[in-house]
């Protein structure tokens, strides 16, 4: 004769915070991996240079202003979430700077497809490696930067995690980690493609 005993499970708030911060860098881990990838690819492509095929007559330098107004954008996001994450922490209300974070987010976001789209003459796929491998990599960015204001959005928004400190917490503080990463790489590879 056997006995089941049932163990009730309770949610270890430590745990949960440690398995979304571990979630997040894993990401983070795996992105890194995509983005060495791509790094190799356009550096070994720019050894190659085909012949001097590399960056063809005909395609405009990048232009800075807008690249300097989406990070700026992008900025302001994360000083945003940073304040609304030491806001909940101290038990204040929080909501509304998130919510300018996400404002900020989307039209950073928003600011990047323009920017992809109006690249200036020569800018197509098609013409060549460096515009490829270059319209690829920036695009990488664009989808990345709308996704996570989709993950702050979850956050702001009243839901399941509106009442639940604990838990805007916890994910304001991992996409804090995802906003900065996202912030460091995008610059380092816009000023390597307009440099390279």
Excluded: K
Aim: charge should be positive; proline fraction near 3%.
């Amino acid at each position: 004769m056997s006995t089941t005993s049932a163990v009730a499970f309770e949610p270890d708030e430590a745990m949960e915070r440690r398995t979304l911060l571990l979630g997040n860098r894993l990401f983070l881990g795996a992105n890194t991996m995509l983005m060495l990838a791509m790094l190799f690819a356009f550096l070994f492509l720019r050894s190659q240079n085909y012949g001097g095929m590399w960056r063809p007559d005909g395609i405009d330098d990048l232009s800075a202003l807008p690249m300097a107004i989406i990070l700026l954008l992008q900025l302001g996001c994360l000083g945003a979430v940073l304040a609304a994450l030491s806001a909940a922490q101290r038990g204040a209300a929080w909501r509304g700077i998130g919510a300018l974070a996400l404002v900020l987010g989307l039209v950073a976001g928003g600011w990047r497809v323009w920017y992809q789209y109006n690249l200036g003459g020569g800018w197509v796929i098609n013409n060549g490696t460096y515009t490829a491998v270059s319209e690829m990599w920036l695009g990488i960015f664009i989808v990345e930067a709308l996704l996570g204001s989709l993950w702050l959005l979850t956050i702001v928004l009243p839901g399941p995690r509106a009442h639940d400190r604990a838990a805007s917490l916890r994910h304001l503080r991992a996409f804090s980690e995802f906003w900065l990463y996202l912030l460091i790489a995008s610059t380092f590879v816009w000023l390597l493609v307009r440099l390279v």
